[in-house]
């Protein structure tokens, strides 16, 4: 007869500790955040309960909080306006190579569009690039080339993760043009 052995389970692990220093700021900048809501009358003054425990133990049951959001008296509104179509770029090119266009000021822009309206015969790759100057020779790329097509549009949109002070275009060209033009503009929303 074989005997079973007895394997008990393994001892409970020590758990994490939080970082307290990072969670004590998280809280105080919530506090902040509640009292101006409640200074604008956005939300009914709380009372949050006090949880008292230790460090690594699963907190008391503390009973909930019910928060009552009154009518705004004054709504929050963020108006994104887009901007007028300036146009940065626009040439009858003729010849191969790297062209640029002009910067484009985005110091205060949210998103950023950039439309190409090509009517040349040959296809052109399109590069957005961002620099902290007005400069775009020693500007930064932003994302992949994109190709237009001989006689197509494009739209490139830019975001808050795209942002750079001033925006500008390279253009690449391999095969000569014979006929057309290529004219960049972009309209910006702050």
Known sequence: M???????????????????????????????LISIYEARGLVAPT??????????????????VQVAISTLSAPIATTWKATEPVEIYKASIRGTGVFVSKNFNWQ??????????STLDQSVQIQP???????LPNATEMGPSIPCTSEGNISIGLAWDDWHPFIGVEITISTAPTKGVLKIEVVAQE
């Open 108 to 117: 205060k822009g949210k998103r950023l569009l950039i439309w190409v309206e």
């Open 2 to 32: 074989v005997q079973e052995k007895f394997h008990p389970p393994p001892p409970p692990s020590t758990p994490k500790m939080a970082p307290w220093d990072a969670i004590r700021t998280l809280i105080l900048r919530l506090d902040t």
């Open 129 to 135: 690039k961002g620099n902290i100057r007005d400069n």
């Open 47 to 64: 009372i949050a309960p006090t949880v008292v425990g230790v460090p690594g133990e699963p907190a008391p049951a503390a009973a909930p």
